[in-house]
């Protein structure tokens, strides 16, 4: 097995940051090589969860639009939530996930606009399934890199005193 | 614009606004990164009339061809002009030019601040965590001194536009709505909801309608070590509003990520808020202020959702701006959807 894309960019950022960090004096080449070296850590941990991330939020997606249907008032809207939880992926490229994906989340969005206009213990519980997977939404997007990134950030802003 | 083409650009230009000058140098250029809003540059000017030396460091701050949010220079010069010598400290002003003609788009240059520091993070370390409170107060009162400023005293009455007390927080909203629809690269239900939100709880209207310095936050002003503020800098974002906006954003968790409760790490939030209505003289009323920082998540989102697209459309390529964009996005994201289940 060949080594995988995300173990390939972790290893070079590492190795920049390391080993060819230290020797630029210039500060603003400095903080692009760092800034680089951290985006390239910020596509690893993107690349092994991108499918991942994708399907996993369309199932969910899929699943509330399905569980929502009772409650919607609109004929359109409904239409249009029904025929987008029957959406499936068949491709798995990665623009094509990408294009499912938004699509689903537009409707997501209409039918929480809806939603939330609805009185009633139906409404208010998909309202509520509709906020817990918006809570996913963000965790899915999370990346864990940031407090090293203010570290090195923090050291490239120091001036010196006399500047 | 490579350092190189800005210098010998500039001395074109030097050359022209001073036809008296026998001699103009330019070095010590550096380019300082970080800017989102304009290209930036620190340099020192060595210039030389018949038989008299100048020696200025100076900063030039020219607009991106493709800028995150669209701001002028000219918003820029006409708030340093405005405060230049009173009690909110201010770079001295040299130079603007707005024609394009000669750096490619519109600049201005004014004296470098030098010896200070303007990395929030810094607060969070020694020498600098032993004077964050002091720079903290000192903040909060330069930010009540913007606020209760009148705009018609300073010359800047006549430049913006005024909204009407109860249509505030409209303006702000719609404007960065504007920017959000025509800059999101995926939709962002959880935004949008907060939006939907902003809109049914309308807060009242602003006690005085006044300068709002718009990106009021650490970073933008740059301190001593012994406490001082020497300058309050990036004005592009001034616009006349409720001044509690600038407070609001100045609390945004996202400057303060590793210690929620100290606005910009430097000062306990509940000082921080009594500082500014002893200062301004205006009222922090706790929901009105709740509604203004859910307002300030929804704007700091706007805003790295434009990094993120000028980024990916290729319209500006700084590593800079692609890191801002994807890590302020996503503790943005977060801090939003905390704010919100607070109140849905």
Known sequence: MRPQADQILRTIATTLITQYLPGIEKENEKTELGLSALLMMVVSEEFDRAAHRRIEENNALRRIFAESLPAIKDDDLKRRVREASEKAEDDYHMSVLDKLNCELQEVFIELHTHIEAIEGEGARHINEAIWTELENWTKRREFTIWEMAFAMLTKAATRNEGE | ?344
Request: charged share 30%; glycine share 6%.
């Open chain 2, 1 to 344: 614009m490579t350092e190189e083409e800005m210098v010998e650009r500039f001395k074109v230009y030097l050359s022209d606004q001073m036809p008296d000058a026998t001699n103009i140098e330019i070095d010590s250029v550096r380019s300082i990164v970080g800017g989102a809003s304009r290209q930036t540059f620190s340099m020192k000017l060595n210039i030389t009339y018949k038989d008299t030396e100048v020696l200025k460091r100076v900063i030039l701050r020219r607009e991106f061809e493709s800028g995150i949010i669209d701001t002028k220079v000219r918003t820029e010069w006409d708030a340093y002009s405005a405060f230049f010598n009173t009690s909110v400290p201010v770079p001295e002003l040299l130079w603007i030019e707005e024609d394009p003609k000669w750096m490619g788009t519109p600049f201005f240059v004014m004296e470098e601040i030098v010896g200070c520091q303007d990395f929030f993070r810094l607060f969070l370390e020694a020498p600098y965590n032993a004077v964050r409170e002091k720079v903290g107060e000192r903040f909060c009162e330069i930010m009540g001194t913007i606020a209760k400023t009148d705009p018609a005293a300073v010359g800047l009455e006549d430049k913006l536009d005024k909204p009407a007390p109860d249509e505030c927080w409209r303006w702000e909203l719609d404007w960065w709505e504007e920017n959000i629809n025509k800059n999101e690269l995926e939709p962002h239900p959880g935004l949008r909801a907060a939006i939907r939100w902003l809109r049914r709880n309308p807060p009242p209207p602003a006690q005085k309608v006044g300068i709002v310095h718009g990106d009021m936050r650490g970073g933008n002003f740059m301190f001593k070590i012994d406490g001082e503020i020497k300058a309050i800098l990036d004005w592009e974002l001034m616009h006349l509003g409720d001044p509690l906006e600038d407070l609001a954003w100045s609390l945004n968790r996202l400057f303060s990520w590793e210690d929620h409760d100290r606005l910009g790490l430097m000062l306990p939030r509940e000082r921080a808020i009594r500082i500014w209505e002893d200062v301004s003289g205006f009222k922090a009323d706790p929901e009105v202020l709740l509604w203004w920082e859910i307002f300030s998540s929804v704007k700091g989102m706007a805003i790295w959702i434009s990094m993120n697209e000028v980024y990916s459309a290729g319209k500006n390529s700084s590593t800079i701006i692609c890191f801002g964009g994807m890590f302020a996005s996503d503790l943005q994201g977060r801090i939003l959807l905390r704010q919100m289940r607070e109140v849905s």
